[in-house]
Nanobody, 122 residues
Framework: QVQLVESGGGLVQAGGSLRLSCAAS????????MGWFHQAPGKEREFVAA????????YYADSVKGRFTISRDNAKDTVYLQMNSLKPEDTAVYYC???????????????WGQGTQVTVSS
């Protein structure tokens, strides 16, 4: 089992920045690939970014490339999502997730956090 707790969400103006954190406990964090997804009201959960166990491979949705950066600190059992140049369309609940293999597909992640709200005003 892996327990995940997100933090760092909030309200920000368009063009601003936020850094989300996801603290993991339970299963060895170093063996878990990590992903960030978001879900806007009335929409399906969508892939945002993912990072391999070592941090050597990173993947991004086209909509966030060049603006968001995923990273991890295995000494702190934490994964981060630095979000810059935020747009109103980034408004959603952001979830972190853990899996044995890195993936862009939500159903391949068995462990999920409770989510943190990000709201970007225009």
């Amino acid at each position: 089992q892996v327990q995940l707790v997100e933090s760092g969400g909030g309200l920000v103006q368009a063009g601003g920045s936020l850094r989300l954190s996801c603290a993991a406990s339970g299963r060895n964090f170093r063996t878990s690939a990590m992903g960030w997804f978001h879900q806007a009201p009335g929409k399906e959960r969508e892939f945002v970014a993912a990072i391999s166990q070592s941090g050597g491979s990173r993947y991004y949705a086209d909509s966030v490339k060049g603006r968001f950066t995923i990273s991890r600190d295995n000494a702190k059992d934490t994964v981060y999502l630095q979000m810059n140049s935020l747009k109103p369309e980034d408004t959603a609940v952001y979830y972190c997730a853990a899996s044995s293999g890195v993936s862009r597909v939500a159903y391949q992640y068995p462990y999920w956090g409770q989510g943190t709200q990000v709201t970007v005003s225009s």
